[in-house]
């Protein structure tokens, strides 16, 4: 049945981009605050290429990772999409929500909670985030998505801007989710769940938080979506796209 609904959510997936764009890999130069230490490495990473990143980056600094990925599409018909990020989110998470949804034809920003643009993932990998949260929160977002990993979780939870812009998007009834600790530190916490059985990590320390925690892999309760961890991540990303496209194309998968 998940596979079927994977094998579903992927073709309806590929029909939703008004314009499909190959993959090919470059060379990035990034910004001078995204300056990492790789011993002059270069990072080969795959990029659209008309993406909005190469007509940013400088010309004299190191290389890194940025996440944002969109395609050419007109803005105008684009949703978009922020993921925020912190020290020790996670990255598996992290780029199944950015790759996904970019592939669904959303404008995807990854905005870092920290003081710092460069976070350094649960396993170790440093991301670069395109705008800080307090930039992001001057704009207007279909969709928040939360990674999960701790503490990242913690640092989400703990960021005062991204708390209200998640109780706007509750207010608004706009779209927001999060997956694997998220639910349970950032959601639950703040009252950001809908009523009980929402999911998370199973496991007790953040099931114990919840009431009635669902043991299905992805959760959709009205404009809210919540997900187990890595091992469910493209699941939840395709459900968020799931959610994003089915009022426009006028029904749901269910």
């Known amino acids: 049945m998940v596979i079927a609904r994977v094998l579903i959510l992927t073709t309806l997936l590929s029909r939703t981009s008004t314009r499909v764009q190959s993959f090919s890999p470059i060379f ?7 300056k990492l230490d790789f011993q002059g490495q270069q990072i ?3 990029l659209f290429p008309n993406s909005s990143v190469a007509s940013t980056v400088s010309a004299n600094t190191s290389s890194s990772i940025r996440m944002t990925s969109s395609s050419s599409t007109s803005t105008d018909e684009k949703k978009r999409v922020l993921v925020p990020i912190a020290e020790d989110s996670e990255e598996i998470e992290t780029s199944s929500i950015t790759d996904v949804l970019t592939r669904f034809g959303a404008d995807v ?9 460069v976070c350094k993932m649960s396993r170790g990998l440093k991301i670069c985030a395109d705008i800080t ?15 999960g990993g701790m503490p990242g979780a ?15 998007q509750q207010e608004q009834n706009k779209l927001y989710g999060a997956v694997c600790a998220a639910p349970a530190v950032v959601l639950q916490t703040h009252g950001l769940l809908v009523g009980s059985g ?9 099931r114990s938080t919840m009431t009635n925690p669902s043991d299905d892999k992805v959760v959709v309760q009205g404009n809210v979506v919540t997900s187990q961890g890595p091992g469910t991540s493209l699941l939840f990303a395709l459900s968020l796209g799931e959610q994003m496209v089915s009022s426009k194309l006028g029904f749901l998968i269910s």
């Open 109 to 117: 920003v990854v905005a870092s909670v920290m003081p710092e643009l």
């Open 44 to 46: 080969r990473r795959p």
């Open 154 to 168: 913690n640092h989400l939870r703990d960021s005062s801007t991204l708390v209200e812009m998640l109780k706007r």
């Open 198 to 206: 929402a999911t998370c990590y199973p496991a007790t320390p953040f």
């Open 28 to 34: 990035v130069k990034a910004p001078a605050a995204c």
């Open 133 to 147: 949260i307090e930039e992001a929160s001057k704009e207007e977002w279909d969709l928040i998505a939360l990674p």
